[in-house]
């Protein structure tokens, strides 16, 4: 059973820096497209960032790009989200998410997802 568990949301100052986790369970990285979602009270849910099975990062969010690195840690089965100069407006629940074969381009092209953790900007 697959299962991916988010971590290391909280709330931060503008300007700050987190560190998201996705761990994944029940299942290997090798054919599995990996990507961050977020969704803001009231909003649509929106892609953050995406991440190819071979560790070759495959779409940011304009909103974001420049501020946030995607990456996989094949060995632990965790992929990550750097996210720096926070804003109120990155405010939202992370999601992470996977789906077999190649990057979707939606919420709807991914079949496993997290339980989600906050990210306060203030």
């Known amino acids: 059973q697959v299962q991916l568990v988010e971590s290391g949301g909280g709330s931060v100052q503008a300007g700050g820096t987190l560190r998201l986790s996705c761990a994944a369970s029940g299942y290997t990285y090798s054919d599995k497209c990996m990507a961050w979602f977020r969704q803001a009270p009231g909003k649509e849910r929106e892609g953050v960032a995406s991440i190819s099975a071979s560790g070759r990062p495959t779409y940011y969010a304009d909103s974001l790009k420049g501020r946030v690195t995607i990456s996989l840690n094949k060995v632990k089965n965790t992929m990550y989200l750097q996210m720096s100069s926070l804003e109120f407006e990155d405010t939202a629940m992370y999601y992470c998410?996977?789906?077999?074969?190649?990057?979707?381009?939606?919420?709807?092209?991914?079949?496993?997802w997290g339980q989600g953790t906050q990210v306060t900007v203030s």
């Open positions: 998410a996977a789906r077999l074969g190649l990057c979707g381009s939606g919420p709807h092209d991914y079949a496993y």
